[in-house]
């Protein structure tokens, strides 16, 4: 029996549902690999406090918020990194937390640091996302920007690395530029004082008032892209600045 009207109409919209779930199934994040999100930064206490390392102040701000008992990184030795697989989720009101990976519940991470200095950091974050079958639209690298000012933070997936020597380590490592990256700003140096030596100084007293906040924000970045999607965490994040 040929169908009539209405049946025709439940069959077109059946399959505009169809097409519908399928683009959501393309766009959500996560799936059944992990996240991998990478702190950029230089190893060492004598960098530790350093503009540079905001990538890595970021990945302990978010061990520090997971659940019941704060994550640690342990060594890695087949990719010369420090890591710990847990997972994250998003709280209802908006603002992020971490989850204990033994919750069962949450997007399943690989939080991570490399223990090369910055200009290496591709080697760690190519060996990681191989290790772990993590396609670069899942890999997370939080870094500071000169571009931006002190306190913003921004959310891009792709894009230059402006000089970045850690991005662009990583881009050639990866193959691609289609990650995610967390920006951290951290301004322009004073005067005519050289980039390169500014981001290895260690952030002021009046940038250290704000720091907590902007690690912060930082930190609910990254898990809002790993709960939510790219687009998600910029419209949260971005509101806040």
């Known amino acids: 029996m040929a169908a009539g009207p209405l049946a025709g109409d439940d069959a077109g919209r059946r399959g505009e549902t169809r097409e519908r ?7 959500a994040p996560g799936g059944d690999r992990p996240w991998l999100i990478v702190g950029l930064g230089n190893p060492g206490e004598k960098y530790a406090a350093t503009r540079h390392n905001v990538g890595y102040m970021v990945v302990d701000e978010i061990l520090g918020d997971i659940l019941p008992v704060p994550g ?3 060594q890695h030795k087949r990719t010369n990194s420090l890591i ?3 997972r994250v989720t998003a709280s209802a009101s908006g603002r992020a937390a971490g989850s204990a990976a033994s919750a069962g519940d949450g997007v399943p991470v690989v939080l991570a640091r490399s223990r090369g200095y910055m200009n290496l950091s591709g080697g760690a974050v190519g060996a990681l996302a191989s290790f772990f079958r993590v396609p670069p639209a899942q890999v997370v690298v939080v870094h500071d ?3 931006l000012d002190p306190g913003v933070v921004r959310v891009k997936l792709g894009g230059g690395e402006n000089g970045h020597n850690g991005l662009k380590s990583t881009t050639q490592a990866l193959g691609t530029r289609d990650y995610v990256r967390v920006r951290v700003g951290i301004g322009r140096p ?4 050289d980039p390169a030596a500014y ?11 704000d720091l907590p906040v902007t690690v912060a924000d930082a930190a609910d970045a990254v898990r809002l892209v790993v ?4 687009e998600a965490a910029q419209n949260e994040i971005h509101a806040r600045h």
């Open 72 to 74: 640690s990184l342990k």
């Open 145 to 147: 920007e000169l571009d």
């Open 21 to 27: 779930e399928h683009t959501v199934a393309q766009s």
């Open 199 to 209: 981001v290895l100084k260690p952030f002021t007293r009046a940038e250290l008032g």
């Open 190 to 193: 004073p005067g005519r004082m």
């Open 84 to 86: 710990c697989e847990t």
């Open 227 to 230: 709960t939510r999607g790219v």
